[in-house]
């Protein structure tokens, strides 16, 4: 059976594609799923990022390769330092303080298990200062994270396209 190719230069199957991913809207529109893609990310939502993305994507129609690009610029060599500042920046917001010898044995307990171990979330769980501190912070950030992925996305998608369509 031949492939039927259209127009636009794609094929049956790859307009199929690129459409289900909205990947063909508005510089706007992508730079909106990308920096909201960025807040998801950095969010103190861990664990929900990518389902999270997902969902506002499908919800609100946006480009889901967009998204997913920015909810996973947070990698896993960023996770620790950044949120160890996000929560240093809502320690210093709600004004919590914790002595060096409780967060040594919190740090240390996630290094020796992991940063993912129920051991570590249940003893960063009994410490409600330090939760709501890291909660703040990651929100702050990734509010601010967001705003500034807007303009300097959009900037770039703009002259992506205007080299491409060159």
């Known amino acids: 059976m031949p492939v039927k190719e259209y127009s636009n230069g794609l094929y049956k199957g790859a307009h199929h594609e690129t459409s289900s991913y909205h990947i063909e809207g508005t510089p706007e529109r992508t730079a909106l799923a990308y920096s909201i893609g960025?807040?998801?990310?950095?969010?103190?939502?861990?664990?929900?990022?990518?389902?999270?993305?997902?969902?506002?994507?499908?919800?609100?129609?946006?480009?889901?390769?967009?998204?997913?690009?920015?909810?996973?610029?947070?990698?896993?060599w960023w996770i620790v330092p950044y949120y160890m500042i996000a929560t240093w920046?809502?320690?210093?917001?709600?004004?919590?303080?914790?002595?060096?010898?409780?967060?040594?044995?919190?740090?240390?307990?996630?290094?020796?298990?992991?940063?993912?171990?129920?051991?570590?979330?249940?003893?960063?769980?009994?410490?409600?200062?330090?939760?709501l501190s890291f909660t703040v912070g990651s929100l702050i950030l990734s509010i601010l994270l967001g705003l500034v992925a807007y303009p300097l996305s959009l900037k770039w998608i703009r002259f992506y396209r205007s080299k491409k369509g060159k």
Do not use: C, Y
């Open 89 to 131: 920046l809502g320690m210093w917001v709600v004004g919590f303080k914790i002595n060096s010898t409780t967060l040594q044995e919190i740090f240390q307990l996630g290094m020796n298990q992991g940063f993912i171990s129920s051991d570590f979330w249940n003893r960063i769980t009994s410490q409600w200062g330090l939760l």
């Open 38 to 76: 960025i807040f998801l990310g950095f969010s103190p939502f861990l664990g929900f990022h990518a389902l999270g993305g997902i969902a506002i994507a499908f919800l609100f129609n946006l480009n889901r390769v967009a998204v997913l690009a920015g909810v996973w610029t947070n990698t896993p």
